[in-house]
């Protein structure tokens, strides 16, 4: 049957099972946005206060159900509005396709009204970016796009259409989706037996879990191999809930916000075995000094990231849940019952602990993962919250953390949770913010009270740019340079005036009985909740330091008598 460029776009959406889109309309778009009014019944769209919110909330929706996010744009400031958003789904392995919409043909290159060359703007923070030309190679297209998204190591793509080809017809023949398949044939058989024998020397191995864990749905396959190989396990920002977070042989968070168990662990061991992993700056700290006395087992679906920033002793390349799956069955169970009672002992030596005089920010995630039963989908900006939120709410199954890990995006969290709320309209989803995270993109707030999506948002109010002011209090010498907000915007006004409902929280006693009423309003909340402007951080690891060299504010205090 012949169709429009733009009525195609919209079978292709079907025949992906897209059932939700974020977006903006604007002039080149608007044959797509025309199409779609035809089928709101089938694919429900939600719009954005800004296409950065649209990317972030097909991200959020992404990671919240493991199906590729769906955002659109039109041309010019509409397209390039989204590149943060898909920057941030790139770094973090999101699978995401985002349509934008281009002047006719015969306008490229002319400097023509609202013109960017959105592919090749985005094409270093894409998998793959496309400009269709012709009507007839737009299905065929877009199938690849969604194959490219979701397929391997996941990421954005960005298909450009013309307005020409969206107006233009041609025949089209349904197809159905081929599944995507884990990556296997990269699997060598040698790379195996040599990680098995690895395990089988080791002394004192520690599992190291990264996001590749969550993506590639190996949860099962991670609680098995832990009890195969008898070791403690850390995890990363993006591998949190891949294992339980409540589990005993669990030791918290690595790197520079890492627990000094965890830390110390990965500095003693023998083997360190990376899951799902990339070795980013933030988790290894100093690479010369990182794990220098163990040897480097590295399972990764990506080719590219092994020996990128940490040398291996061996590494096998493919899916983490096939390969998991391999090592159970070769595997027996190994003994190392002395280093797992050093790492016990370490974690009751070195716990994790805040101020309990005054209403903080750890507080407010304790009492959240209670009142939750830690059954709730976190998201979260950028800074001092985001590490709170990561190392004080225990993450029981993946899908349940969502942030911006790589590319560290404040103005990410609002948007992510009303995706995440919409793919998962089941949980609750609460997004942890910082007060200069939420001024970023809070207008999105508007979105989530005109169709009635209720998160709540937490603004962890401390009227500064937490993160930066600790570096800034522990590096710079108190320069407090550009990072005070103390200004008379008022949160709960501003809630109030978007639709939505504002409680503000002064006091510890009040924290559990306004998470309870935000639950219980089932509409967009922001609780504007105040803390000191110098609460920090800790444990913290100086920049250019070891992991190792993780202090706390004991350790300062210490120093200083």
Known sequence: MKLTGAEIVIECLKEQGVDTVFGYPGGTILNIYDALYKHSDEIHHILTSHEQGASHAADGYARATGKVGVCLATSGPGATNLVTGIATAQMDSVPLVAITANVAVNLLGKDTFQEVDIAGVVMPITKHSFIVKDVTKLAETIRRAFRIAA??????????????????EAEYTPAKPSPILPKVNTIKEDDIAQAMELIEKSKRPFIFVGGGVNIAGASVELAEFVEKVDAPVADTLMGKGAFPGEHERYTGMTGMHGTKTSNLGITRSDLLIAVGARFSDRVTGNTKRFARDAKVLHIDVDAAEINKNISTDASIVGDAKAILGILNERLTKQDHHEWVAEIQAMKEKYPLTYRQDVLTGPYVIETLYKVTDGDAIITTDVGQHQMWAAQFYKYKESR????????????????????????????????????????????????????NIPVVEVVINNHVLGMVRQWQTLFYGKRYSSTILEDKTDFVKVAEAMGAKGIRVTKKEEVEPAIREAIAAKCPVVLDVQIDCDDKVFPMVAPGGAIEEAFSQEDLDAKKG
Not at 161 to 167: G, M, P, S, Y
Not at 406 to 435: C, H, Q, S, W
């Open 151 to 168: 397929e391997g190591r996941p990421g954005p793509v960005l298909v450009d259409i013309t307005k020409d080809v969206t107006a233009a």
């Open 400 to 451: 349940r953390f969502i942030t911006s890990g790589g590319l560290g995006t404040m103005g990410y969290g609002l948007g992510a949770a009303m995706g995440a709320k919409v793919g998962r309209p089941e949980k609750l989803v609460f997004n942890i913010a910082g007060d200069g995270c939420f001024r970023m993109n809070m207008n999105e707030l508007a979105t989530a009270a005109r169709y």
